[in-house]
């Protein structure tokens, strides 16, 4: 069985790479990657992810950790999962851009009676929600701790997102004195929300491929 020194070499080797541009990929010295190779010295935790984006391996992989029959079918069932539920949030996107649609045009171009196009907008958003409600519960996956300190981010990012809305949307009410209009603020937030999770959905897709 390799080291994980050799494996470092033979895959800086398989990339092409001189150690100065490995080095510089990584964010670390030429010298510490030439010790990485020689079993010098290891690998840092928080630099092994980084590792293995650049060399498209698995931490498993890396250190030797053969993976069970139990979890490389763990592993296919996340994987689906993680596609069915990149395809239920886009689809409840796309349900929430019909229903702004369906509000701007439905009563200025269909002249439509505006309680029944509330109606007709607020039931698209429901399904839309559902959708993503289901699909976000049912298709869940076994969290890694690299997973949880994603999922943490992402968390940061859409609170972040909450509090700035919120915000933007005081102030524009106050400024115009329109509140039956500004509400829709807020639908514009839960479009960026989902689509903010979609982009981690489809990210976790990429790096496991």
Not at 91 to 115: D, E, H, Q, R, T
Not at 182 to 200: D, G, S
Request: charge should be neutral; charged fraction near 25%.
């Amino acid at each position: 069985m390799n080291s994980i020194g050799e494996k470092l070499l033979n895959l800086r080797k398989g990339k092409h790479l001189s150690q100065e541009e490995a080095a510089d990929k990584l964010g670390v010295t030429r010298q510490t990657i030439s010790k990485w190779e020689t079993e010098e010295s290891k690998p840092d935790f928080d630099k092994v992810e980084a590792i293995c984006n650049l060399y498209n391996i698995t931490p498993s992989e890396l250190f030797g950790v053969k993976e069970t029959k139990e979890k490389k079918e763990t592993k296919e069932i996340n994987n689906a999962n993680s596609t069915k539920k990149a395809l239920g949030i886009s689809g409840g996107i796309l349900l929430y851009f019909i229903a702004v649609a369906w509000m701007v045009v439905s009563v200025a171009a269909f002249k439509i009676n505006p309680v029944l196009s509330v109606g007709i907008f607020l039931t698209i958003c429901g399904i839309a929600t559902f959708i993503i409600i289901y699909v976000c519960l049912v298709y869940k996956k076994e969290k890694l701790i690299e997973e949880k300190v994603k999922n943490l981010v992402q968390k940061s990012i859409c609170d972040c997102l909450a509090a700035v809305t919120c915000v933007i949307y005081f102030i524009i009410s106050f400024m115009t004195m329109a509140w039956h209009i500004t509400w829709l603020i807020w639908i514009i937030y839960a479009l960026v929300e989902e689509i903010v999770k979609l982009i981690f959905v489809l990210k976790e897709n990429q790096n496991e491929e």
